[in-house]
């Protein structure tokens, strides 16, 4: 639309009232094609909306197709103790909890809990670096985790490794469950111990050290003179 109008301009084309016109014109063109543009973004933004939502019910339907034992072996003969339902209970209250693990870590806590039907896997899982992962994982996912945990410590044969890792899995969830409260720092799980960092002396300490005098055990002279009034002149002397 603005090209006829730029070109008559520029070409000194049509009678002296349209070209004093044109800038209007040229305002007004460029105002309805403002105003198309952004009737198209919003119909594009709403389009872009929709297609999202499809896909996430997409997902829910395909989640939900997935099959799924309905109790495991495992599930079936571990004992539930009332500290292992109160953690559960304590779970629940988490909308949103971090996990910082090694990837080895996480595809044990994927390849056990995954199987449960409360386990959802969180949608992105963040690269940390070093193989390590960072995942947000929902209160109920946290419920199905910790049972799977508890049913492999119960359950798991000696010496083949699962038992240990649930075990430590399993009570650093429940460190980092403990005192909650309503207002406060999201949940953090970390599964990073390090070494500690050496530590050197402080070079005050030595220098100290090196002033303070060796002590032979021999009591030191004295160097004041005696003056015992009762002591007897030498006869010699007189």
Known sequence: MLAP???????GAGPVGDQHDAPDRVH????????????????????LASLQQEIADLRTVVEELRPRPAATA???????????GDLLKTAARVSSASLLCHRDIWEFITGHAGRHPHFRVPPQVADEGDQRIRA?????????LLISLHSIKHTANDGDGDRELATTVYERIEESLTGLTPSGTPVTITLDDRTAAPTT???ANDAESDDEPVNTGTPPASTEPDTDPGEEADPAAA
């Open 5 to 11: 109008l730029v070109a008559a301009n520029r070409n």
């Open 28 to 47: 007004e063109a460029a105002a309805e094609i403002k105003e198309e543009l952004s009737t198209t973004l919003g119909e594009a933004r709403s389009g």
């Open 74 to 84: 495992e599930t079936t003969t571990a004992a539930v103790s009332k500290e292992h």
């Open 136 to 144: 947000a994982l929902s209160g109920r996912s946290l419920i199905a």
């Open 201 to 203: 002396p402080p070079a």
